[in-house]
């Protein structure tokens, strides 16, 4: 088993070298300066910040994780680490690290250095919101200097992904002895071991990173990345137009603005991202399967990716997005717009025509509240557009608006009763945080004895093509006795500069691992 | 006067107490405690780190007894100290605050003057147009209509920021960065100080010393300038003495808009976050700016009054 790992881990590294190599043979041209709006302050500490754009993409211009993702298949491919494996179902796993990498300051980087990041993650005092992507790690230990093996409670197929995932190794030499939570000293000039160095920061305004000669990729083409802090979107498409900005997500609403100059390019990307009503699964009107199929039915997801996307994005049939080709199936249940079919499956389930064009069961109306916040994008509008589509088969549908965090906390307390939200997740179709019984994420209370197996199995199947065909099966029972109304899957929408080349056709915030090979055409 | 800064101190305290009771009690909770990758016990865990499991008079204490020592806590996002944070930010929105205050009112007294002395001609229909549509336009369009104009299809100025990144940031860039929001940020203050200049030189110029002067058979500008334009701009150190706080509480739109790095979008930041200890501590300094801004208002006028009188 673990020599099939290491032999399919080969391909991509090899592909990327490819990759790589055709860039710099003659075309890829060295200097510049790339621009890139982030909507707040990176801070630089990605132990307590990682979460926020800004932070995503910094930790990946001056900070290396044990792996990165493939620009193609985002699986996970040598970053700091050369090779890992599994042993024991995936209950242990090993990383072999990279020899002769330096940190910005000339020290070398080793093996301390990663159990020191790992065991600061782990401490209980740390505000590490990245803990809960780790899995049940028990310990890590120092093997030689560049071996390090890390032991968990479960198995855990999923950590050569979660190791990539806003992890970035953190400097042992420096951070020893500091605040964990605020290391105020490392902060005034963070090191990392990655492409680019870190050279002044202006809170609330910039940061300007610099190229790392020393770097073990190589040089990187650009000469300094500049993350300009921007917060306002329209604000970020004038500083695009008016030549002050290099690269910035946008919207599909924002598109329009930049079509036809001749200087910005407007680009789209699949993203491990989706839209979905969660509906909680213990409620007495969601505890009827047929319910929550019928809602399914009930609303038109091709309409709403086209008037609230403008057309980028695709249709969900599942939480586990296309973007992981590997693991995504799309040969489960599909709900098409099928009105018919809703109403049918709600008066199969007990809920008669009643007064005002509102079903009722035994005297009680069929009435349900979508939470929403406008931190959700699009929230608001989504809700809108889903109450009249349940109002159309008889289901009565309330609006209930509130902040961001408060949607997040609410839920697991009980007090929604289905809330339209979204999920960006590592790109691995692990959810057995999110979807098993009791599990500590599971939003939607759902508890499906069969999905638990496959879940479990999953994480317990190191081995690729086994995994896949475990997820498969789990999509399919998802797609049949589904958690929630799932929506769509948004595409990314990326407006750079012409000249900005290098960038890979990946999600934007992983994009940025590969930041060594982005160049600016003169 | 003691009396006035005891009352003063009291006030301080009431605001922060409400605003304190008000942010913990609003559902919710910081937003590190909130993300959907997090698990209730994680976040339970953080939440101790952050002293939140104590009850809240305890919470209340403690961050008073720092305050009295002058410290501000540690913001929950950035993990930064909050003086260190207000410190970063404070400088830029002086600066921007500052120089649409002075534009405003560069502009503003003429204008008010000329707009009361040419009274119901056009000249004052047009100032008082020109005031309402500054009083009416939304910030965040206005900004941007300008940044599309200036800096988009002109290249003027700037679209954003404070200073060229890399560039040659000497007073020069440094000014042209300022032009656009420093005008947005006046706009408002502008239109409302017109149309008080206005009315109170009205006031003023019905006065008896006005007739007499009149009588006395005193040149024109001497009458508008030394006569009733002294006497007229004394109400508008209350004008002026309210917007002072603004200065400090910083433009959020504007800032958010140019990119400014200034203080009001670290509020918003820290009101989004649900960062208490960021909230407290701009709170606090924003009310001690009321409340200091008030206390001068008050002995400006015991200065340029003299029928007003120091008890």
Same mark, same amino acid.
């Given at each position: 088993?673990?020599?099939?790992?290491?032999?399919?881990?080969?391909?991509?590294?090899?592909?990327?070298?490819?990759?790589?190599?055709?860039?710099?043979?003659?075309?890829?041209?060295?200097?510049?300066?790339?621009?890139?709006?982030?909507?707040?302050?990176?801070?630089?500490?990605?132990?307590?910040?990682?979460?926020?754009?800004?932070?995503?993409?910094?930790?990946?211009?001056?900070?290396?994780?044990?792996?990165?993702?493939?620009?193609?298949?985002?699986?996970?491919?040598?970053?700091?680490?050369?090779?890992?494996?599994?042993?024991?179902?995936?209950?242990?796993?090993?990383?072999?690290?990279?020899?002769?990498?330096?940190?910005?300051?000339?020290?070398?980087?080793?093996?301390?250095?990663?159990?020191?990041?790992?065991?600061?993650?782990?401490?209980?005092?740390?505000?590490?919101?990245?803990?809960?992507?780790?899995?049940?790690?028990?310990?890590?230990?120092?093997?030689?200097?560049?071996?390090?093996?890390?032991?968990?409670?479960?198995?855990?197929?999923?950590?050569?992904?979660?190791?990539?995932?806003?992890?970035?190794?953190?400097?042992?030499?420096?951070?020893?002895?500091?605040?964990?939570?605020?290391?105020?000293?490392?902060?005034?000039?963070?090191?990392?071991?990655?492409?680019?160095?870190?050279?002044?920061?202006?809170?609330?305004?910039?940061?300007?990173?610099?190229?790392?000669?020393?770097?073990?990729?190589?040089?990187?083409?650009?000469?300094?990345?500049?993350?300009?802090?921007?917060?306002?979107?329209?604000?970020?498409?004038?500083?695009?137009?008016?030549?002050?900005?290099?690269?910035?997500?946008?919207?599909?609403?924002?598109?329009?603005?930049?079509?036809?100059?001749?200087?910005?390019?407007?680009?789209?990307?699949?993203?491990?991202?989706?839209?979905?009503?969660?509906?909680?699964?213990?409620?007495?009107?969601?505890?009827?399967?047929?319910?929550?199929?019928?809602?399914?039915?009930?609303?038109?997801?091709?309409?709403?990716?086209?008037?609230?996307?403008?057309?980028?994005?695709?249709?969900?049939?599942?939480?586990?997005?296309?973007?992981?080709?590997?693991?995504?199936?799309?040969?489960?249940?599909?709900?098409?717009?099928?009105?018919?079919?809703?109403?049918?499956?709600?008066?199969?389930?007990?809920?008669?025509?009643?007064?005002?064009?509102?079903?009722?069961?035994?005297?009680?109306?069929?009435?349900?509240?979508?939470?929403?916040?406008?931190?959700?994008?699009?929230?608001?509008?989504?809700?809108?557009?889903?109450?009249?589509?349940?109002?159309?088969?008889?289901?009565?549908?309330?609006?209930?608006?509130?902040?961001?965090?408060?949607?997040?906390?609410?839920?697991?307390?009980?007090?929604?009763?289905?809330?339209?939200?979204?999920?960006?997740?590592?790109?691995?179709?692990?959810?057995?945080?999110?979807?098993?019984?009791?599990?500590?994420?599971?939003?939607?209370?759902?508890?499906?004895?069969?999905?638990?197996?496959?879940?479990?199995?999953?994480?317990?199947?190191?081995?690729?093509?086994?995994?896949?065909?475990?997820?498969?099966?789990?999509?399919?029972?998802?797609?049949?006795?589904?958690?929630?109304?799932?929506?769509?899957?948004?595409?990314?929408?990326?407006?750079?500069?012409?000249?900005?080349?290098?960038?890979?056709?990946?999600?934007?915030?992983?994009?940025?691992?590969?930041?060594?090979?982005?160049?600016?055409?003169? | 006067?003691?009396?006035?800064?005891?009352?003063?101190?009291?006030?301080?305290?009431?605001?922060?107490?409400?605003? $304190?009771?008000?942010?913990?009690?609003?559902?919710?909770?910081?937003?590190?405690?909130?993300?959907?990758?997090?698990?209730?016990?994680?976040?339970?865990?953080?939440?101790?780190?952050?002293?939140?499991?104590?009850?809240?008079?305890?919470?209340?204490?403690?961050?008073?007894?720092?305050?009295?020592?002058?410290?501000?806590?540690?913001? $929950?996002?950035?993990?930064?100290?909050?003086?260190?944070?207000?410190?970063?930010?404070?400088?830029?929105?002086?600066?921007?605050?500052?120089?649409?205050?002075?534009?405003?009112?560069?502009?503003?007294?003429?204008?008010?003057?000329?707009?009361?002395?040419?009274?119901?001609?056009?000249?004052?229909?047009?100032?008082?147009?020109?005031?309402?549509?500054?009083?009416?336009?939304?910030?965040?369009?206005?900004?941007?209509?300008?940044?599309?104009?200036?800096?988009?299809?002109?290249?003027?100025?700037?679209?954003?920021?404070?200073?060229?990144?890399?560039?040659?940031?000497?007073?020069?860039?440094?000014?042209?960065?300022?032009?656009?929001?420093?005008?947005?940020?006046?706009?408002?203050?502008?239109?409302?100080?017109?149309?008080?200049?206005?009315?109170?030189?009205?006031?003023?110029?019905?006065?008896?010393?006005?007739?007499?002067?009149?009588?006395?058979?005193?040149?024109?500008?001497?009458?508008?300038?030394?006569?009733?334009?002294?006497?007229?701009?004394?109400?508008?150190?209350?004008?002026?003495?309210?917007?002072?706080?603004?200065?400090?509480?910083?433009?959020?739109?504007?800032?958010?808009? $140019?990119?400014?790095?200034?203080?009001?979008?670290?509020?918003?930041?820290?009101? $989004?976050?649900?960062?208490?200890?960021?909230?407290?501590?701009?709170?606090?300094?924003?009310?001690?700016?009321?409340?200091?801004?008030?206390?001068?208002?008050?002995?400006?006028?015991?200065?340029?009054?003299?029928?007003?009188?120091?008890?």
């Amino acid at each position: 088993m673990t020599r099939a790992i290491r032999r399919r881990l080969l391909v991509p590294v090899l592909a990327v070298l490819a990759v790589t190599a055709g860039d710099s043979v003659g075309a890829q041209q060295r200097g510049g300066v790339l621009r890139v709006a982030v909507p707040t302050t990176p801070t630089g500490y990605v132990i307590t910040q990682a979460g926020g754009l800004a932070d995503v993409i910094i930790e990946k211009l001056f900070q290396n994780a044990l792996t990165r993702y493939d620009e193609k298949t985002l699986q996970p491919i040598p970053n700091l680490a050369t090779e890992w494996r599994a042993e024991d179902s995936a209950r242990i796993w090993t990383f072999k690290l990279r020899a002769g990498v330096k940190w910005h300051d000339g020290k070398p980087f080793t093996a301390e250095d990663v159990k020191f990041t790992f065991d600061t993650i782990f401490n209980k005092d740390v505000r590490a919101r990245m803990r809960g992507n780790m899995g049940p790690l028990e310990r890590v230990e120092i093997v030689d200097p560049t071996t390090v093996r890390f032991t968990f409670k479960e198995p855990f197929a999923p950590f050569p992904v979660m190791v990539g995932y806003n992890a970035g190794i953190i400097p042992r030499h420096l951070l020893a002895g500091q605040d964990p939570n605020n290391p105020a000293e490392f902060l005034k000039k963070p090191i990392g071991t990655g492409p680019f160095r870190f050279k002044e920061a202006v809170a609330g305004s910039h940061v300007v990173l610099e190229a790392n000669p020393d770097y073990w990729e190589g040089r990187p083409a650009l000469d300094q990345v500049v993350l300009k802090v921007v917060p306002d979107v329209n604000a970020q498409i004038a500083q695009l137009k008016s030549g002050d900005l290099d690269l910035a997500l946008i919207q599909p609403k924002n598109i329009a603005a930049l079509e036809g100059d001749p200087n910005v390019a407007v680009t789209t990307a699949r993203q491990v991202n989706y839209f979905y009503v969660a509906l909680t699964n213990k409620d007495e009107i969601f505890a009827d399967v047929r319910v929550r199929q019928a809602l399914n039915y009930a609303v038109d997801k091709a309409a709403m990716i086209r008037a609230v996307l403008r057309g980028h994005g695709e249709v969900a049939t599942g939480p586990i997005s296309p973007v992981l080709g590997w693991a995504y199936t799309k040969d489960v249940r599909q709900y098409p717009y099928d009105v018919g079919r809703a109403k049918a499956l709600l008066d199969e389930a007990g809920w008669r025509h009643g007064p005002e064009g509102v079903r009722q069961k035994g005297g009680k109306k069929l009435a349900v509240t979508l939470t929403t916040s406008k931190g959700v994008l699009d929230g608001e509008q989504l809700a809108t557009v889903i109450q009249q589509y349940l109002q159309a088969v008889g289901v009565e549908a309330k609006i209930n608006l509130v902040e961001f965090a408060h949607l997040w906390t609410g839920l697991f307390k009980g007090e929604f009763q289905a809330s339209v939200e979204y999920l960006i997740t590592p790109p691995d179709p692990d959810l057995f945080g999110a979807l098993s019984c009791n599990a500590p994420l599971n939003r939607f209370s759902y508890c499906n004895p069969k999905v638990d197996v496959l879940l479990t199995q999953g994480r317990a199947t190191p081995d690729l093509k086994a995994r896949a065909a475990v997820y498969a099966q789990a999509q399919k029972e998802l797609a049949e006795v589904p958690s929630g109304i799932y929506l769509y899957y948004p595409l990314e929408v990326r407006a750079m500069n012409r000249k900005f080349r290098g960038f890979p056709e990946m999600p934007l915030r992983d994009a940025f691992q590969h930041s060594a090979k982005f160049w600016l055409a003169r | 006067m003691l009396v006035r800064l005891a009352q003063a101190l009291l006030v301080l305290m009431l605001v922060s107490v409400i605003t $304190f009771v008000i942010i913990h009690r609003a559902p919710g909770g910081p937003a590190i405690l909130a993300d959907p990758m997090v698990t209730r016990d994680q976040a339970r865990e953080m939440a101790r780190t952050l002293g939140l499991d104590r009850p809240l008079h305890v919470q209340y204490l403690a961050w008073m007894g720092n305050v009295l020592r002058g410290r501000l806590g540690i913001s $929950f996002s950035t993990n930064q100290s909050v003086t260190t944070l207000i410190g970063q930010r404070l400088p830029a929105t002086l600066v921007l605050s500052g120089a649409g205050l002075v534009l405003a009112l560069v502009l503003a007294v003429p204008l008010g003057v000329l707009s009361a002395v040419r009274r119901n001609t056009w000249v004052d229909h047009l100032v008082s147009s020109v005031a309402m549509f500054g009083l009416s336009v939304p910030v965040f369009w206005l900004g941007l209509v300008l940044i599309l104009v200036f800096a988009v299809q002109l290249r003027w100025l700037p679209a954003g920021g404070m200073l060229t990144i890399g560039g040659p940031s000497g007073v020069g860039d440094r000014l042209t960065h300022l032009v656009l929001p420093a005008f947005v940020v006046s706009v408002f203050g502008l239109a409302q100080l017109t149309r008080y200049m206005r009315s109170s030189i009205i006031g003023v110029l019905s006065e008896d010393y006005v007739r007499t002067a009149w009588a006395k058979g005193l040149p024109r500008w001497r009458v508008w300038y030394r006569h009733a334009l002294a006497n007229a701009l004394l109400p508008m150190i209350t004008v002026v003495g309210l917007m002072l706080p603004q200065l400090a509480a910083g433009a959020a739109i504007t800032e958010t808009v $140019f990119a400014w790095p200034g203080i009001g979008r670290l509020a918003i930041e820290a009101a $989004f976050q649900r960062d208490y200890p960021l909230i407290m501590g701009i709170t606090l300094l924003v009310s001690a700016l009321v409340v200091a801004a008030n206390l001068l208002t008050d002995l400006a006028y015991v200065y340029l009054d003299p029928r007003v009188r120091l008890r």
